[in-house]
């Protein structure tokens, strides 16, 4: 079994920053990519950003230049520092990671979720 639990969600006010984090847990083999997906009520789960292994990165253009991902693998945690919050920013925020994972008999890829965090940005 592999868990993800994110925190970090508030409700802030626009133009603020917040960072969350996701930290990974489990028979983790190895973590290939983690990222972030978000949600806003009465739409779908869009990519926010995403983070490989090798460091390399990919964002929403939406989020483009306001938003970082980044990765502590020693930690397994993945973190998103997100600046210049807007309204439209406002959303569950979930987890995910693609992960190698021990089981009894050998490895096995597993897609996680976490459970979400919100994010309300309002004034």
């Known amino acids: 079994q592999v868990q993800l639990v994110e925190s970090g969600g508030a409700l802030v006010q626009p133009g603020v920053s917040l960072r969350l984090s996701c930290a990974a847990s489990?028979?983790?083999?190895?973590?290939?990519?983690m990222g972030w997906y978000r949600q806003a009520p009465g739409k779908q789960r869009e990519l926010v950003a995403t983070t490989t292994s090798s460091g390399s990165t990919n964002y929403a253009d939406s989020v483009k230049g306001r938003f970082t991902i980044s990765r502590d693998n020693a930690k397994n945690t993945v973190y998103l520092q997100m600046n210049s919050l807007k309204p439209e920013d406002a959303a569950v925020y979930y987890c995910?990671?693609?992960?190698?994972?021990?089981?009894?008999?050998?490895?096995?890829?597993?897609?996680?979720w976490g459970q979400g965090t919100l994010v309300t940005v309002s004034s």
């Open positions: 489990g028979n983790i083999f190895s973590i290939a990519a």
């Open positions: 995910n990671a693609r992960v190698i994972a021990h089981t009894g008999e050998g490895y096995r890829s597993l897609e996680v």
